[in-house]
């Protein structure tokens, strides 16, 4: 079996049995034989008569709505910053309530000019006391990923989040929120500039895409932030509670990278 992607590896996602059973239902796959007393196929379609109107075209998906921040002259002039800058404005953030019970900002992590970026929605306590996103049991499954499909954090992988301070108990951010720390993740995509985005979750894909639409009508194709492409996928909290879920992150993944390959 000749296959894209590292088996030990795959392996240690607990992701090999689904890529098994994958494979061997593809070889295995025949096309039934046609019944003796099915019916005769339909008769193709008749050809459109003259005069008649075309079927209406699909809209194109709108683009995602300009975020409007709560303080414009904060805005402007976190676009300004450079890296050092940002990491200190992050730092003294009290923009929303998250800085009151923070221990620190967590901004991110990776190469400044990482190609891939992955967002997420906001930091844990194991993040909010170490200070870099995904270091718990969803960070070790995003690095099982990564290291899959062939890549790292720190090399070609930027990885932020949403909100840059933890949320109370873990919760979801609010809308409030994600835009209060909406200049200091846009400033972060303007000076990585990279070539594709993945939104991990539906926190991130809803603040990159201004869509409330499930993540299961989302994935599988291409979205758009600020001119550069976004592909949508679960985050790796979710798929350690939900493991079969595992699988279409995986084939997310994929896209991701054959997304990144015609750039």
């Known amino acids: 079996m000749n296959l894209p992607y590292d088996e030990d ?25 046609p019944r003796e007393d099915a019916p005769p196929p339909a008769p193709p379609a008749s050809p459109p008569r003259a005069g008649a109107r075309p079927s209406p075209t699909r809209p194109a998906t709108p683009a995602p709505p300009t975020l409007v921040a709560a303080d414009p ?7 300004q910053l450079d890296w050092d800058g940002l990491k200190l404005e992050a730092a003294a953030c009290q923009a929303c309530v998250l800085c009151k019970q923070r221990k620190q900002a967590v901004l991110g992590v990776g190469a400044a000019d990482a190609p891939w970026l992955f967002i997420g929605e906001g930091p844990g306590a194991e993040e909010d006391d170490q200070g870099e996103p995904f270091v718990g049991p969803a960070g070790k499954l995003l690095d099982a990923m990564l290291a899959a499909a062939g890549l790292q954090r720190g090399r070609e992988v930027y990885i932020a989040n949403v909100v840059k301070c933890r949320p109370p108990g873990n919760r979801n951010p609010s809308a409030d929120e994600a835009l209060a720390c909406a200049p200091l993740l846009d400033r972060q995509i303007d000076l990585i500039q990279p070539k594709l985005i ?14 409330d639409a499930s993540m299961a009508s989302m994935r599988g194709k291409l979205h758009e932030y600020r001119g550069i492409p976004v592909i949508a996928t679960y985050h790796p909290a979710y798929l350690l509670r939900n493991l079969p879920e595992k699988l279409k992150a995986w084939e997310d993944l994929m896209l991701a990278k054959k ?3 015609g750039r």
């Open 259 to 261: 997304t990144m390959a």
């Open 9 to 33: 590896t795959l392996r240690e996602m607990e992701l090999w049995p689904f890529i098994e059973l994958q494979q061997r239902s593809l070889t295995q796959s025949v096309s039934p034989a």
């Open 73 to 79: 002259a904060r805005a402007v002039r976190i676009a």
């Open 198 to 211: 993945v939104a991990l979750g539906k926190i991130a894909l809803t603040r990159l895409t201004g869509s």
